[in-house]
């Protein structure tokens, strides 16, 4: 505790360095008191700056999964720090006794610090052992999916989690190659098992297998649809959430929820139209400039969207 944030480095690299960062502030900037929920920590980049450029009556509840997040988090007189899943928002913030926020930010997926530590397990880049456990909340590793999951459900993961096209063949090699026991072994395992000429185009070929099983590991798209339901349930009226995806899977959900809440999409069948409650603050994602990707190219996939509460 105590450094500052952004300035503590892992091995030579920043934590994390915050995506958009201009666009948050500035979406977050019309806020003038009560509490902002940054439902993902990471770094602390983004807190950092709503700390320092909004007004003093602001303060920040943060939250994220991974203890390793909070335990070298800065401290502020106006931040308030929560080790817990945005999936169980509604509880997080009755344990803190918030009624209503000003403001929620939920900037998805995992932080840099996160995959470019080997014994964490998340990278196809690093050897380790296979976790991928963005906290100790989830119900399994990646060890145990991978090692354990019938043909049936390996398939399924990989497919509808990382949208991969040869998910049957990849489940297939990893059940022959059983058991698999490092991120190394895996990513070579899935290499194999996709097709010589497409493992020429579209980045590493184990990326989207990666993905998946991260995502099942850490449940991430139903803990994202719950996190968005608690946080858009708790905003005042003028209070405004900011989400900000890097892929289709999660981008679709907020897209959807948003637009649920805007009167624009069909919720579940209810005998009357549900009340319009929020206004979408752009009518389509935001996309990072070029200047940011060329300066943090793990900026490259965000898409942030942004709503406002209006009842
Ligand atoms: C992309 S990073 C956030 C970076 C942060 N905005 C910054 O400026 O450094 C995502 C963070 O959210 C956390 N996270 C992901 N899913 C979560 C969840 N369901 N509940 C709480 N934290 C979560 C991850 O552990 C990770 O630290």
Not at 81 to 90: A, E, I, P, R
Request: positive net charge; aromatic residues 4%; contains cysteine.
């Amino acid at each position: 505790m105590g450094q500052e944030p952004g300035k503590k480095p892992v091995s030579g690299r920043p934590f994390h360095v915050p995506v958009m960062l201009e666009e948050v502030v500035s979406l977050f900037s019309p806020i003038k008191d009560g509490v902002i929920v940054d439902a993902t920590l990471g770094g602390g980049g983004h807190t950092a700056a709503l700390l320092a450029r909004l007004d003093d009556s602001v303060s920040i509840l943060g939250i994220d999964r991974d203890p390793a997040a909070v335990d070298r988090m800065f401290e502020h007189g106006r931040l308030r720090l929560v080790v817990g899943n945005f999936g169980q928002l509604d509880r997080i913030l009755a344990s803190e006794g918030l009624d209503e926020i000003a403001g929620v930010l939920l900037d998805l997926g995992v932080s840099s610090h996160q995959l470019d530590e080997g014994r964490r397990g998340f990278s196809y880049r690093h050897e380790g052992p296979l976790d991928m456990r963005m906290g100790p909340d989830a119900a399994r590793t990646a060890h145990e999916i991978v090692n354990e999951a019938s043909p049936a459900e390996l398939g399924r993961i990989i497919r509808s989690l990382g949208e991969e096209r040869f998910a049957r063949r990849i489940a297939g090699a990893i059940v022959e190659h059983r058991p698999i026991e490092t991120t190394a072994r895996l990513a070579e395992v899935v290499r194999r098992a996709i097709p010589a000429a497409t493992r020429r185009s579209g980045g590493h070929p184990a990326r989207r297998t990666f993905q998946a099983v991260r995502m099942a590991v850490n449940e991430e798209l139903g803990a994202l649809s719950a996190g968005l339901d608690s946080g858009i349930e708790a905003l005042r009226p003028g209070g405004r959430c900011v989400a900000i995806a890097y892929h289709s899977l999660e981008d679709r959900i907020v897209k959807r929820r948003f637009r649920r809440g805007e009167g624009r999409e069909p919720g579940p069948v209810l005998p009357v139209p549900p009340p319009v409650e929020l206004t979408a603050l752009a009518r389509r994602a935001i996309k990072p400039g070029k200047a940011e990707v060329l300066r943090n190219p793990r900026a490259r996939s965000a898409r942030l969207r942004a709503v406002e509460k209006v009842a």
